[in-house]
């Protein structure tokens, strides 16, 4: 009997021990999205007049890729990311997330992973609950008001409050203290150095959409104004420093994985939810002096950065010319974590463009657009590669030479573009009813 409880014994022991090892194996994952960023403020993609030296480092030992795209604003690019379709899909208006729909959080969740999420939430005015009903086990946000109809809200969410010094935060359904004095970004991504520290033995995949570096241009606790702002001081000069002071956080979270020895098993996602604050202009070597494109479709407005790393996995330092969407990163997390792709997924993993293998890339993007939802304007539609841009209306352009869109490219100059190109942007439309397609000429 003795012998018979010893080898019960040892055998539970080694289950138990089997069960943790796979958990401990399977990967991470960390999604970082910065807010209201365009691709030429990164000096990894070319910028002399910001330093991001965290993000360059993820880069240098992990993949660049230089044709990443968003939406043109932010919802839109934020209901796309987390589930994988495309807007004319899922998007019902601004700042709100249809709660019916699968996320990449509730993709995982299904597969044993904890999920959280923590920055600028906007997606469900007024309901605390609504993150955990999009797939997150726990949350540090900010953001549960909305413009248009505050009457309609609960007191407390009549005014979304600060984000940055003092701000108004909720964690997991209650409204966090003591937050006077204190830095929003510091607070979110505190939290979430806490919860890789709690879950460090279980797989995780972490959201981070980014409070910085959105408008108001403040200063950061590293500005020489912090104590109090000095409003002499340019836009620009307090938006240079909260695009270091991001870049910073994006490093502490690094130096976290490091820490706890998550490093190697965690494949860590940076990029941008759509371009720079049209108030502002940034030169870029190459380019010029590059106006802010938020709001637009065009190249300053929806073209981002977007760097992963996972070490050991990633050859170090390469480039992908290949374009990639936000619908592509779902099914990216799906193949990296074994998860069961929801259905209805637009997007293509891009594991193996991270592999080194090119052979499946799909070669093209594809956009639809409405700022506010198609209950106040039709959906904008384009589909382009490295190169060219065909829009549904016909309007082609040769991006490169053409970065504002000025010139659409007709006769036979463009023609082998458009062969290729139309097709697919056909394929696509088909599935969209006609009346939520916007097919007047495009205007700069």
């Not at 939290?191 to 879950?199: G, N, P, S």
Request: glycine share 8%; with cysteine.
């Amino acid at each position: 009997m003795k012998t018979i409880r010893f080898v019960f014994a040892v055998t539970l022991v080694l289950s138990t021990l089997s069960t943790l090892t796979d958990a401990q194996q399977k990967p991470n994952v960390i999604v970082i999205m910065a807010d209201d960023i365009g691709f030429e403020c990164y000096s990894k993609y070319g910028s002399e007049f910001y330093k991001t030296p965290s993000i360059d480092r993820l880069a240098a030992t992990g993949a660049q890729f230089t044709q990443a795209y968003s939406q043109p604003i932010c919802t839109p690019s934020r209901v796309k990311i987390m589930s994988g379709r495309y807007n004319y899909r899922n998007y019902t208006q601004f700042g709100e997330y249809d709660l019916a729909q699968p996320t990449f959080a509730d993709m995982v969740k299904a597969n044993g992973y904890s999920t959280a999420i923590a920055g600028k939430w906007q997606l469900s005015a007024g309901n605390l609950n609504g993150p955990h009903k999009a797939g997150f086990d726990e949350y540090c946000l900010w953001h549960f008001s909305k413009g248009g109809s505050p009457d309609k809200l609960p007191p407390e969410f009549k005014n979304k409050g600060p984000r940055y010094k003092s701000p108004t935060l909720f964690k997991n359904g209650v409204r966090v203290p003591d937050t006077e004095g204190k830095y929003g970004p510091d607070l979110v991504s505190d939290f979430i150095c806490d919860f890789i520290e709690r879950k460090k033995d279980n797989p995780f995949v972490v959201y981070y959409p980014m409070i910085l570096v959105h408008s108001p241009f403040e200063p950061t606790p590293d500005s020489r104004d912090w104590e109090a702002k000095d409003n002499n001081r340019k836009p620009i000069e307090h938006f240079r420093e909260m695009v270091q002071y991001m870049d910073k956080t994006i490093g502490k979270i690094v130096d976290k994985l490091d820490a706890t020895g998550l490093r190697d098993n965690t494949l860590i996602l940076v990029t941008g939810d759509n371009g720079t604050n049209r108030r502002l202009s940034s030169p870029l070597p190459g380019r010029g002096m590059i106006q802010g494109g938020k709001g637009s479709m065009q190249d300053a407005g929806n073209r981002v950065a977007f760097v992963a790393n996972w070490q050991g996995q990633i050859k170090p330092g390469i480039k992908i010319e290949s374009p990639i969407g936000f619908t592509d990163v779902l099914p990216t997390i799906a193949e990296v974590t074994g998860s069961s792709v929801p259905n209805g997924c637009d997007g293509q993993s891009f594991l193996p463009l991270l592999k080194g293998d090119s052979s499946q890339a799909r070669g093209w993007v594809f956009q639809s657009y409405s700022k506010n939802g198609p209950g106040t304007a039709p959906y904008r539609c384009f589909v382009r590669d490295a190169n060219w841009k065909l829009y549904a209306d016909g309007s082609l352009f040769n991006v490169p030479n053409d970065w504002l869109e000025k010139s659409p490219v007709t006769g036979p100059k463009g023609e082998t573009a458009r062969k290729r190109l139309q097709p697919i942007l056909d394929r696509i439309l088909k599935d969209v009813p006609p009346k939520l397609i916007d097919r007047k000429q495009i205007t700069p």
